[in-house]
Every structure is written in C-alpha cells, then in structure tokens.
C-alpha cells in the first residue's frame, strides 16, 4: 500500500510540475493548447529517448581505416 501511495505521489507532483510549466510558458488563456502543444513535445522526446536513431556508420568500420 506504501508503494501505491508513493507512485500516486510522483504521478500527481509530475502532473502539477507539468502544469506549472505549460501555465508559466503559456499564460492562463492558452493553457489547454499550450497543455497540447508541450505534451506532443514530451511525447516525441520520450520517444525519441526510448529509440535512438540507428548510427549509419558502424564502430568497427572505422577503426579498419
């Protein structure tokens, strides 16, 4: 149950962390779009973190010239 709690915690701090963020940057008349606009954002660094773009040139060819 403690560990319940704890995750709820770290969810709703990332939430009002978030929240903050997308309020300061956008101001209260564009929230929600700005709410939009910087959860894309997160998403496709998230993403883009999860999946780094494969290197083209391999290590091994390299060390061969």
């Known amino acids: 149950m403690s560990l319940l709690r704890?995750?709820?915690w770290i969810a709703l701090f990332i939430l009002f962390s978030f929240s903050f963020v997308v309020?300061?940057?956008?101001?209260t008349a564009?929230?929600?779009?700005?709410f939009a606009k910087e959860f894309e954002k997160a998403k496709a660094f998230v993403v883009e973190a999860?999946?780094?773009p494969k290197d083209p040139k391999d290590p091994k060819d390299?060390?061969?010239k």
């Not at 309020?23 to 101001?27: A, H, N, S």
């Not at 564009?30 to 700005?34: A, S």
């Open 50 to 52: 999860a999946h780094p």
């Open 62 to 64: 390299a060390k061969k």
């Open 6 to 8: 704890g995750l709820f």
């Open 30 to 34: 564009d929230f929600t779009k700005g």
């Open 23 to 27: 309020l300061f940057e956008y101001g």
